[in-house]
């Protein structure tokens, strides 16, 4: 068995007892002193010894109150990388750090087992889990591949009677895990579901109708199925009193809610600040709940439109000018544009807008957008064109992250953004720190701009919509710009590429990306040394999505130094042979190997995808038929 | 229960490239300018698409290209943009369908904006984009990873089985899609083995559906608008497997 890693290392602490009443309750580590970071080798560390005499004790003593200070200094670290590090410390502080430890996240609900973890930390309020990657939103995995959060909602309760929060992402979660959550805190708080599936209206009715302590429920980017037989009315559910509904987000629900319902708990919900509505609530309805909510901070508005022509149209601009502390709009799901001039009232305090929904073009953005001097999120659609990216270089010097989503995602399409508006953004906009940009033609030299224009990058995300497609003026390919974004933006976190690129920008990438975390490739590069360049260039690369690129098994080898440090590494479509990735598999025993293949009776070579993640736990039992894990 | 604000949109007609010669079911001819060629180029490996201009005018409200998951856009962005896209194209197609000199049972053009009051159409910048989107999950036999397809992006079986022929794109399939047309039975093959003109009308797969009631049925059998009202993912089923479906199943209205 190889191991890559020394086990951390020890005190004289460990020779102690662990008689002392109430931190000795957390003296029994079940495992080796194995943090989050690192799985060392899986070694055995049992009770340890039990107190003698006296003198043993009076020596205790100090011990204890150096222990005591740990736990009151260890409360006010909340960075989970420093709690990582102080857990790596020795014995004592592990346990201390682990009896202090409130916000427990799991990055991969496969790294580590349910037992393990909730064995390990015993006092925790708060619980991120995080299933599926990335890619998967993109049907490139099966639909049961996993990620299932019930084995996690039962050791949840059994662990944690006092649990208060639970945020999920890319998880499958049912109804019964909902009411599994609804049933078993009594003190529960806040739920937030992110990009999950496999709930319905009745999970979410159990949760409101329970939890009469809720006061986040946001559903996020997440399919609930609508296609439910005992569809339920959830909002409804809510208790008749006041509420402690401090933000209720339901904006992807794709079918209408009892609005009636939803009034009455708005008016009853005085800590109301976050609330966002999906599209079938109607301007005239979203209009009624502005004015019983005028205290709101965050507000998705729904549709945005009206199906009906009233005679008489409410003063919408009031409504809005009445939440006078709004300071993030989204929403706008079905636009009537004629609507739009209603939120000037609010523009100059906004500070994120999301028009990501939003057909609207140039003029149309521009007379709202020429008003919001504080923003510093925006979403749009690229309706908005050249034109429309000008006016927010003009106005929006303190835009922070801005994304620009296709209308129109075919490949052959002509787009209305370019390098012109891109340019224009890096000019007026220079603290940008994230940019996500979809369309279709893009230059070296505009990106070149950027990286010099906006130092402050920490997400560069660039989505030229045509695969290979080179530079637009020179026909060449665009390693020059991402090769400059790297060697400029000197603390870029998260990076991904796209049109023409050859081994040279990954080169680049190797040789100056040292602290990029997360890099996303597809139908890039040409040979396994870009690959290469990235594995033994990147120390800190955590989370590498390739797809449909020409990277084999010598480039899958290059990195088996990394691979423990990594949350996991995707590569799709790629040129992978199956015994390449079982010797990984054998290599790395802390590694967990999932294949799937292209097709049931094709050659057990034509490797679909190999998707691989460090484990403390070893293989996981639920994966479907069609994954393999290789050993 | 799909959330179509307005209207819904029954147009039921019937189309096909070409026949088996063992299909003793007739066949009828839609004189439309539109083909579904068999032999228009879709393949999955190739960088750009080419597609006569017929072919894309159909097709051309299916969710961006074939290749699986590009560009990274999460499916539920998907669902909004489409919407747009389709109801400028769905009208095109309504109004041609209108000219064409076919034998249609039933065609009843919808207004896209999506509200019984035609009134307010008159406004402007009335977004057409209320209609909801119905992405279901479809899974092909000997394929690991399933996709999903928009089934508000198309309004015929033929476009469907044609998306879906793309999608899966496989050199030697062939689907069938049997459209049942007020008893009258037509043999719909959409898509084909490139290299052969399909040989002895006999296919290697063939469309189901699981329906509300979680029955396995096959795609055709009823009107399309009723086939949407009770799809609730499909199933590109082989052949050899099918037999125990009921073929002349209808569904109760």
């Known amino acids: 068995m190889r191991d890559n890693h020394p086990p951390p290392p020890t005190s004289d602490d460990d020779h102690r007892s662990s008689s002392l009443p109430d931190l000795a309750r957390g003296g029994q580590i079940t495992d080796s002193s194995s943090s989050k970071t690192r799985p060392g080798p899986g070694s055995s560390s049992s009770s340890l010894p039990q107190p003698g005499s006296g003198s043993e004790l009076q020596a205790q003593f100090p011990d204890q109150v150096l222990e005591n200070v740990l736990e009151n200094v260890l409360h006010f670290l909340s960075s989970r990388r420093d709690r990582n590090a102080a857990s790596l410390v020795c014995r004592s502080w592990c346990r201390a750090e682990a009896l202090t430890r409130s916000e427990l996240f799991i990055g991969n609900c496969y790294a580590v087992s349910p037992r393990r973890a909730t064995a390990r930390f015993s006092r925790v309020r708060s619980v991120t889990v995080k299933g599926k990657p990335r890619f998967a939103d993109f049907d490139l995995m099966p639909d049961d591949w996993g990620a299932h959060f019930a084995p996690w909602a039962t050791a949840l309760a059994q662990a944690y009677p006092w649990l208060e929060k639970i945020h999920l992402k890319r998880m499958s979660v049912t109804d019964e895990d909902l009411a599994v959550v609804a049933d078993s805190f009594s003190g529960f708080r806040e739920l937030v579901l992110v990009c999950c599936e496999g709930f319905g209206t009745r999970g979410l009715a159990a949760v409101t109708s329970k939890c009469r302590l809720l006061r986040v429920l946001e559903v996020v980017e997440s399919l609930v199925e609508p296609v439910s037989e005992d569809e339920v009315d959830w909002v409804s559910c809510f208790p008749e009193t006041q509420t402690h509904l401090e933000s209720l987000v339901f904006d992807c629900v794709e079918y209408p809610v009892n609005f009636e319902a939803l009034e009455g708990l708005v008016a009853r919900s005085p800590g109301l600040k976050k609330l966002r509505l999906n599209r079938f609530v109607s301007m005239p309805q979203l209009y009624r709940l502005m004015l019983r909510a005028p205290q709101l901070t965050h507000l998705g508005t729904g549709s945005f439109s009206d199906s009906e022509a009233l005679e008489q149209e409410p003063d919408y601009a009031s409504a809005f000018a009445a939440c006078r502390s709004l300071v993030c709009l989204s929403g706008f799901r079905e636009i009537w544009a004629n609507y739009l001039p209603a939120i000037l009232p609010v523009c100059a305090n906004l500070t994120s807008l999301n028009l990501s929904y939003a057909d609207v073009n140039a003029d149309q953005l521009r007379s709202v957008i020429c008003h919001c001097r504080k923003l510093q999120i925006l979403w749009a659609l690229d309706s908005i064109g050249d034109e429309g990216l000008q006016a927010v270089a003009t106005t929006c010097h303190d835009l922070r992250e801005l994304r620009v989503f296709p209308v129109d995602a075919r490949e052959e399409s002509e787009g209305p953004v370019s390098e012109v508006g891109f340019e224009a953004i890096s000019k007026g906009c220079r603290k940008l720190e994230s940019i996500l940009f979809f369309c279709q033609r893009m230059t070296n030299a505009a990106v070149v701009a950027m990286s010099k224009n906006c130092p402050d990058l920490l997400v560069f995300r660039l989505c030229i919509i045509g695969r290979y497609r080179p530079d637009a003026v020179t026909q060449e390919p665009m390693d020059e710009g991402f090769g400059a974004i790297v060697m400029n933006c000197r603390k870029l976190t998260r990076l991904a590429v796209s049109g023409l690129l050859t081994d040279r920008a990954f080169e680049y990438i190797g040789r100056y990306g040292k602290l990029v975390r997360t890099l996303s490739v597809a139908f890039n590069g040409d040979t396994d040394l870009a690959l290469k360049y990235v594995l033994e260039g990147c120390p800190n690369m955590q989370k590498l999505e390739i797809r449909d690129c020409p990277f084999g098994d010598a480039a899958l080898r290059s990195g088996l130094h990394h691979y423990y440090n990594m949350r996991f590494l995707w590569m799709s479509n790629c040129k992978l042979t199956r015994q390449a990735c079982q010797d990984v598999a054998r290599a790395l025993p802390h590694l967990v190997v999932e294949v799937i293949n292209k097709e049931d009776e094709a050659a057990v070579d034509d490797i679909e995808l190999l998707y691989m993640y460090r484990s403390l736990d070893g293989p996981r039992d639920d994966a479907p038929q069609v994954v393999t894990i290789l050993h | ?253």
Request: hydrophobic share 30%; glycine share 6%.
């Open chain 2, 1 to 253: 229960m799909y959330q179509t604000k307005g209207s819904d949109e029954n147009m039921v007609l019937s189309s096909e490239d070409s026949s088996s010669p063992d299909e003793t079911e007739c066949h009828l001819q839609l004189g439309l300018s539109l083909s579904l060629s068999p032999y228009a180029t879709s393949s999955l490996s190739s960088r750009s698409r080419t597609s006569s201009h017929s072919h894309s005018v159909l097709t051309n409200n299916a969710p961006t290209s074939q290749v699986v998951g590009w560009p990274p856009l999460r499916a539920y962005r998907m669902n909004s943009y489409n919407s747009h896209a389709k109801s400028q194209v769905t009208e095109v197609f309504n109004s041609m369908v209108e000219n064409s000199k076919a034998n249609i049972a039933v065609v009843r053009k919808s207004s896209d904006n999506g509200s019984v009051d035609n009134s307010i159409i008159g406004k402007e910048n009335r977004n057409p984009r209320t209609r909801s989107s119905l992405f279901v999950k479809v899974k092909m036999d000997g394929v690991p990873i399933g996709r999903k397809v928009d089934l508000s992006a198309h309004s015929s079986y033929e476009t469907l089985a044609q998306s879906l022929e793309d999608m899966f794109n496989e050199p030697n399939t062939v689907l069938t899609c049997k459209v049942g047309l007020n008893g009258v039975n037509h043999g719909i093959i959409a898509g084909a083995d490139r290299h052969s003109k399909l040989f002895d009308g006999s296919s290697n797969f063939v469309l189901t559906y699981e329906d509300k009631e979680g029955d396995w049925m096959l795609v055709g059998d009823v009107p399309w608008w009723m086939f949407i009202s009770s799809v609730r993912r499909l199933r590109i089923m082989r052949t050899s497997e099918a037999n125990g479906l009921d073929w002349k199943n209808r569904t109760a209205d």
